[in-house]
């Protein structure tokens, strides 16, 4: 959709009843091609006084600040986007985005350990998805979780980061976690035990298609889960075991649990599916 009928809409159709809202940029479409704009970001919150859901795919923000994003916002969807590297820096105005409580980071090239740091002052956030977020370091994660100790879900896809010591770092800073989801790329046993006691984790998914060596068997995964008194869903994605003895041993041993092992769901192109 260009910025010229966006404005025709905002002007004659969307109003207060407007709740979520998903648009499509033209990042891969040249210079000269349409893009987002602060004005267009302003006009949407003052339109649109109720919107609590933006998704942003293939747009360009390097020239759109995070300032004139509607305030209302409760949940915030990155996908394919760019974004510049003040974007989201700490000693930016702290009442940003006051009711920030999910961020979704999904294939953001630019997006990197002080982008992260940024994050903190997002004091309502609790859910956090990076995705495809290859320049986040292993230090940069855990030093951030320091100060994102409230988060309540956490999801680290298909980033460079070894899943041991991403749950090292959730370990370490974020005990009041309800939800976990990582690609299993450098996890091990040894990794698994760092969940183990864990309070009040209640649903752990681990999804391939990365296997090593040092994956953990079937029946250590077990044993980790048993420690974790409110663990309630157990989903192992895209390893292969669904319908094999792998499943069974899961099933068997954590009888208290909703134990769902599937094939990875194959992912769309399309950025409005």
């Known amino acids: 959709m260009r910025p010229k009928v966006m404005w025709h809409l905002l002007r004659r159709y ?34 649109c006084p109720n919107l609590k859901r933006l998704c942003l795919h ?9 300032t004139s994003l509607p305030s209302t916002l409760r949940t915030l969807e990155l996908h394919s986007c760019e974004i510049s590297m003040i974007w989201l820096q700490k000693e930016q105005d702290p009442t940003v985005l006051p009711l920030l409580e999910c961020i979704v980071l999904d294939r953001v090239p630019a997006f990197r350990d002080e982008h992260l740091q940024g994050l903190t002052r997002f004091r309502a956030l609790r859910s ?22 409230y988060l309540q879900r956490l999801e680290v896809l298909g980033c460079t980061l070894s899943a041991d010591s991403t749950l090292l770092a959730i370990s370490r800073h974020l005990r009041d976690v309800r939800k976990i989801r990582l690609t299993v ?3 091990s046993a040894q990794g698994l035990v760092f969940l183990e006691g864990m309070p ?28 974790m008194p409110k663990l309630r869903v157990l989903e192992v994605q895209g390893l292969g075991w669904e319908g094999q003895e792998a499943e069974k041993v899961l099933c068997k041993g954590l009888p208290h649990c909703m134990v769902i092992v599937r094939a990875c769901p194959k992912e769309s192109m399309d950025w409005w599916m």
């Open 200 to 227: 009040a984790l209640e649903s752990l998914c681990l999804q391939g298609p990365l296997i090593t060596p040092e994956m953990p068997t079937p029946a250590q995964i077990v044993t980790s889960c048993l420690t």
């Open 58 to 66: 293939v747009a360009d923000l390097s020239m759109v600040p995070i």
């Open 185 to 187: 790329g450098g996890l």
């Open 128 to 149: 956090l998805v990076l995705g495809g977020t290859y320049r986040v370091t292993e230090t940069g994660l855990d030093a951030s979780l320091q100060e994102l100790s």
């Open 14 to 47: 969307m109003a207060s009843r407007l709740h979520s809202l998903r648009m499509g940029g033209y990042l891969f479409s040249g210079s000269q091609a349409p893009q987002l704009s602060p004005a267009l970001m302003r006009a949407l919150g003052q339109k």
